[in-house]
């Protein structure tokens, strides 16, 4: 039984292809339409695996732009499965584990607890932040007059962060309690009348991935598992925003891990959770 499974995002629909024993392929599709999205993920993917229409079960979307799709496309059933599930789902999957806390940060951040209980699969959601790529978009464009991700990141990699965040150091000059001198006290707490682009975007990126961090370890440890989080998300792909993510947590002592793909983690927990529900139904 072939699966195609979405995760309409809000600038990218990344889909793939799988079925009870393997993935077969994914991809990634810009397109602010939902439905021409959608259309264009699939067939790009089924195309690229030369995989016929017809060898297709259905379609498993989530995300948040999957409401406006119709109930077929292609000729496909098309089946919503909820974004908290497919996180899980999709998290654990892609650790190879059998319990933890998945975290994805993508547009905005969200924080589910998984936990494998033989067939079944418990997902429970803790919270989040509305802190993520959307974020660093628009404090991009009010800042920099940039909003592309990767251009504020690149533009970072030229910057440093303590020009413009007050340190634990700069207070107290030295360490206090579990932080070290050079943990941030304040994000933009040393601005000054003069600051570079360059040294605004590093401190973007920093706070971005310390809150995401901060938060994703307060909340993994409410359930015993600070020492097992899972990182997904398009974000994380984002090496300078996983070192600020990571160091908070490590601060901390809590232990992260950021599985292979974990930009399509919300598109494999989608197909996987419907590969089960009509698994269940056939058997």
Do not use: C, W
């Not at 292809?17 to 993917?45: C, F, H, N, Q, R």
């Amino acid at each position: 039984m072939l699966i195609v499974g979405l995760d309409m995002g809000g600038t990218t629909t990344k889909a793939v292809l799988i079925s009870e024993s393997k993935i077969y392929g994914k991809t990634v599709v810009v397109a602010s339409d939902p439905l021409a999205a959608a259309a264009g993920a699939i067939g790009k993917l089924l195309s690229e695996l030369g995989i016929l229409m017809s060898e297709v079960e259905a379609i498993a979307s989530s995300g948040g732009k999957t409401k406006p799709l119709p109930p077929k496309i292609l000729g496909l059933d098309v089946v919503e499965i909820d974004e908290i599930e497919a996180v899980g789902v999709g998290g654990l999957f892609l650790s190879g584990t059998n319990e933890g806390v998945v975290v994805s940060a993508g547009t905005g951040t969200a924080i589910v607890e998984v936990r494998r209980d033989g067939n079944r699969t418990l997902v429970r959601h803790l919270g989040g932040t509305g802190v993520g790529a959307g974020t660093l978009s628009g404090l991009g464009r009010l800042l920099l007059r940039r909003t592309n991700v990767n251009s504020i990141i690149e533009l970072a990699s030229k910057g440093d962060p303590r020009n413009v965040d007050l340190t634990v150091g700069d207070i107290v000059g030295g360490p206090i309690g579990l932080l070290t001198p050079d943990v941030t006290a304040s994000n933009f707490g040393k601005v000054g009348d003069v600051v570079s682009p360059e040294d605004v975007a590093a401190g973007l990126v920093n706070m971005v991935g310390q809150v995401i961090g901060t938060v994703s370890f307060f909340a993994a440890k409410s359930v015993g598992l600070h020492d097992r989080i899972i990182l997904v998300g398009g974000l994380v792909t984002h090496e300078p925003v996983l070192r600020a993510i990571l160091k908070p947590i490590r601060l901390f002592g809590g232990k992260a891990t950021v599985p292979k793909d974990p930009q399509f983690a919300t598109a494999i927990g989608a197909a996987l959770r419907l590969l089960t529900d009509k698994s269940s139904l056939v058997g």
